[in-house]
């Protein structure tokens, strides 16, 4: 990515409308290129830990910048950020864990990976694991270089009660409402720009590919 690309993406959340984007489509154009040459590059990294990332298709993990407004007050044609998330099970899994990439100007990019809306049968097998004695989810939140490559801990859309079934006072209660089990870090736009870029993405996919195995391995009971 270029200073360039996340330059328009600044100007288009200033002039979010039909006329000024076609008027820079060329912009437009070239940064999602440049985005889709690094899902190809992230992904082929992917492939070193998981056979299954060798048959993925860059395109059908990029997310179109063009935004559905038929429900959304928000009539804002475009975002203002370019997304892809790759997971084995395709871009509407909710069975598999997968990773997402997403950049933003001013410091929003970020690099994460887990569970987003996962099946309910996936979830409550995580919330099984995160209440019990030897908590695998809770050993590797407690690792220190884990958390260092991934400090954040997504908590949208927590519920505001410990689900029924678990007890109300269990030590990780906090962790028992999540309703996502995913982690991320912030990536900074000189990150985002620089040319090591891929680089970055790579040293790092080893720690969210353990996590992934790790949040798999209990989804499907192993």
Not at 33 to 38: A, E, G, Y
Not at 53 to 80: A, G, M
Not at 118 to 140: C, F, G, H, W, Y
Not at 168 to 190: C, G, I, T, W
């Amino acid at each position: 990515m270029t200073e360039s690309d996340l330059k328009f993406l600044k100007a288009l959340k200033r002039n979010n409308n039909r006329e000024w984007f076609q008027k820079h489509k060329a912009e437009a154009d070239t940064a999602q290129k440049n985005f889709l040459d690094l899902v190809g590059g992230l992904i082929f990294a992917l492939s070193e830990y998981d056979d299954a990332f060798t048959t993925i298709d860059p395109k059908s993990c990029v997310f179109r910048i063009y935004r559905d407004v038929r429900f959304s007050k928000d009539k804002s044609p475009y975002k203002s950020h370019l997304g892809a998330y790759i997971c084995a099970g395709g871009r509407k899994s909710d069975t598999i864990p997968g990773y997402y990439l997403h950049f933003e100007p001013g410091g929003q990019s970020m690099f994460a990976g887990g569970y987003y809306m996962p099946e309910k049968t996936v979830l409550e097998n995580l919330r099984k694991d995160v209440a019990a004695p030897q908590s695998r989810i809770v050993t590797m939140l407690a690792d220190k270089a884990f958390r260092k490559d991934f400090p954040v801990l997504g908590e949208e859309d927590k519920a505001k009660k410990v689900p029924r079934g678990f007890d109300a006072k269990h030590p990780q209660a906090e962790l028992l409402k999540m309703r996502h089990f995913f982690v991320y870090s912030n990536l900074p736009d000189h990150v985002v720009t620089g040319k090591k870029l891929l680089h970055y993405l790579g040293a790092r996919a080893a720690s969210l590919n353990r996590w992934n195995e790790t949040l798999l391995n209990i989804a499907r009971k192993r």
